[in-house]
């Protein structure tokens, strides 16, 4: 049986190209994170809203995209997002438009999640509280502004951040369209140097600090909160 020789040589040199590809990771990450839970708010207050079709158009769309797997997401906006903006001024047929459709993906597909976990949160605090915020005169979007949402960001801060590092994972899944993220640009230097396995596994151990200490994070959030 033959042993595997490995060696790590490869990686110090490929720390620059891998931090480029970091960087990009994280502008897909944020970028999902702050769409997502502004828009994930507004569809969980649509989700909650008497009127009918705003309920209706909110819960279609969360159901329809936490029924789709994220790949086939990131599939279609990587082919039909640069359809759509062909003609747009600035635009040429050779633009390079991959990292602004896995932004957008990612950020459509985590705001489903979002609502959920911000309905929850919601759902979570005292109708009484609502009921006394109307009783001084606010109107419903005051009183979840000011009164409903500043208890329940509280309640659903964990959940939030672990969906934050779901996110942060899942955008390994931008290979499907060539984009050098810390997962691909480790895979094309691996690749490139006949050292696959070590570059992988480094980016395996990469991922493991970033989202194990994130994890511990938010388990001591978590503690503190109930405290």
Same mark, same amino acid.
């Not at 828009?39 to 279609?60: D, E, H, I, N, V």
């Given at each position: ?5 490995? #060696? ?6 490929? *720390? ?7 960087? /990009? ?6 970028? %999902? ?39 086939? /997401? ?21 633009? #390079? ?9 990612? %950020? ?30 606010? @109107? ?6 000011? /009164? ?15 969906? %934050? ?13 060539? *984009? ?12 490139? #140097?006949?050292?696959? /396995?070590?570059?992988?596994?480094? %980016? ?14 938010? @388990?001591? *959030? ?6």
């Amino acid at each position: 049986m033959m042993s595997y020789d490995f #060696d790590w040589s490869s990686i110090p040199g490929a *720390l620059p190209f891998l931090w480029q590809g970091m960087q /990009v990771t994280l502008q897909i990450t944020l970028m %999902a994170i702050l769409v997502g839970i502004v828009w994930g708010t507004l569809l969980a207050m649509m989700r909650l809203s008497k009127q009918r079709w705003l309920s209706w158009f909110a819960a279609g769309y969360i159901n329809l995209f936490r029924s789709i797997p994220l790949l086939l /997401v990131l599939l279609w906006f990587f082919l039909i997002l640069p359809r759509l903006l062909e003609g747009v001024p600035g635009i040429t047929p050779g633009t #390079d438009l991959r990292l602004s459709s896995a932004m957008v993906g990612f %950020a459509l597909f985590e705001s489903a999640y979002y609502a959920e976990i911000i309905r929850a949160g919601i759902l979570s605090i005292p109708k009484g509280q609502q009921a006394a915020a109307f009783a001084l005169g606010m @109107n419903y979007r005051a009183a979840m502004r000011f /009164v409903v949402l500043p208890q329940a960001l509280r309640n659903m801060l964990p959940l939030l951040l672990t969906q %934050a590092i779901i996110l942060f994972q899942d955008t390994s899944l931008v290979y499907v369209s060539a *984009l050098a993220d810390f997962f691909g640009a480790a895979y094309k230097v691996g690749d490139r #140097d006949g050292r696959l /396995v070590e570059l992988l596994l480094f %980016a395996g151990a990469v991922y493991f600090i970033l989202c194990y200490s994130a994890s511990s994070l938010v @388990n001591y *959030l978590s503690k503190r909160m109930k405290a």
